[in-house]
């Protein structure tokens, strides 16, 4: 279920072009879940700084503790001001704890999924980073979003365990 498009203004609403209240944001997750649909991404750069995908999520652990083991969370960051990808190590690890912090212990991130490919950074180093994240415990496996098939394959053949978890 991708959490940015429960954020997102919508013409079925009461109000056309509202955007949904936590009520209704809280009632579309749940009914997500009831159909199995447990596979979740996230962000903060969706949504308003006030309100994001991270916040409603922390919120909804919060009042639904016990769906929180029910849920793969798949967390984009790596991602900088206007969209700018950025997989140096030290961001990785920035946006990483940053995204553990907005949902403050509520619910465990899966997989950081760093959006798009850094061109100034190797790609050998954003994936050690997050090959370091996974054995520290921070997340169980490497997603990427919005790349090219060339980038997965060279991700792919360079680090067989990922995604595999520890």
């Not at 991270?54 to 900088?80: H, M, Q, S, W």
């Not at 098939?149 to 995604?163: L, P, W």
Request: net charge negative; glycine share 10%.
């Amino acid at each position: 279920m991708g959490c940015p498009t429960i954020l997102t203004p919508s013409a079925a609403l009461p109000k056309p072009g509202a955007i949904p209240t936590e009520e209704q944001c809280f009632a579309a997750i749940r009914a997500a879940l009831s159909t199995d649909c447990n596979l979740w991404d996230g962000g903060k750069f969706y949504g308003s700084t006030a309100v994001n995908s991270l916040a409603l999520l922390k919120k909804y652990f919060t009042e639904y503790p016990e769906d929180a083991d029910k849920v793969v969370l798949n967390i984009k960051g790596a991602l900088r001001p206007g969209c700018i990808p950025d997989g140096s190590p030290h961001f990785v690890r920035q946006s990483m704890e940053r995204c553990r912090g907005w949902i403050s212990g509520t619910a465990k991130i899966e997989m950081l999924q760093c959006r798009g490919r850094d061109l100034n950074t190797p790609l050998e180093s954003t994936l050690a980073t997050l090959e370091e994240l996974m054995q520290a415990g921070k997340i169980a496996g490497v997603a990427l979003s919005e790349v090219d098939a060339d980038t997965i394959r060279e991700a792919a053949e360079n680090h067989q365990n990922y995604g595999r978890g520890n």
